[in-house]
């Protein structure tokens, strides 16, 4: 078993000023946005089924932030946080989710299917477990045209019941693809704990290293961390070392599809005492108090930046509602 606790200072030592406030302001913009976000989405103008990835910012951020430019990503139905750790256009999120032509999905695609392939987000689906293959086939090209890059795929705990994590494991063990799998373990199904879908004390990377794939469980919200974790993984991917699976434990604040927090609206499966535990480990906060504690910056510089985010968010909704609506006489268009 790996130990995934971690002390997020001690992440951050070594660390270049820069990069540290970088991927600080990262995670700041992602909470802030999502926070936005779901407070808009509560007025019901946005009519796509939203899924909110709030607390699970540095998993996104962390591993992003190591990648290169022309490096693919895939990802899942809560796909917002790696759509923009990844350059992702704010805008053209926003109009997406207002279902307005200038979205990045021309408004086709709503909340769960996002792209942005100039910076190397490729796709979100919302079928569990489907990006984890598609990410090996874009490995699998990589390898084959010779070009040193490589795919990433993240996707929830619950994917790793499917059939196809399992057979694409195999494949790109075999096949030495460079590809790394990011697990984004959350705790939950919906509204399954994983003691009711898995049995007890399993581990999920030893399962990964019986297809003699390298794994690593780690604190999924110290973003200096896994951003530690993701450099180490992905220069062994570079190196033709064969794949990776990175787990990251975290934990999302809102309902599994919807802006409100679960006790709010009397759902039970999981207490409010429960998700107060893991603010407690808010992964923003932590990073915060690093940046502070070390010096590399004020409070009143933080307060500055977070203004400008909002006043960005502010922008692009703005923009996003004043948008044109796709044309009718295209609704049948690029539909498979």
Known sequence: MNDIKSDTGSAANGME??????????VSRLRLCELGLANLYKEQEMRTPTHFGVGQEAVAVGVCAALFQDDVVYTHHRSHNHYLAKGGDLGGL???????ERGCSRGRGGSVHLTAPDTGFIASSAILGEMIAVAAGSALAFKMDGVPRLAVAFFGDAACEEGIFYETLNYAAVHRLP???VCENNLYSTES?????QPANTELCDRVRAFKIAARRIDGNDVFGVYRAAQ???????????PYFLECDTYRWLEHVGPYFDHELGRAYRSKEELEAWQAKCPVKRAEATLIKAGIIKRRDIAEMRKSIETEISNAVAVARQAAWPETSELFQDVY
């Not at 000023?17 to 990262?26: W, Y």
């Not at 926003?94 to 307005?100: K, Q």
């Not at 992905?234 to 190196?239: G, L, Y």
């Open 94 to 100: 926003i109009a997406e989710l207002y279902g307005r």
């Open 232 to 242: 180490s993984a992905i220069s062994a991917v570079r190196k033709g070392e064969g």
């Open 193 to 197: 704990p994983l003691g009711v879908r």
């Open 179 to 181: 590809v790394l799998f």
């Open 17 to 26: 000023p820069e990069v540290v406030k970088k991927l600080f302001a990262d």
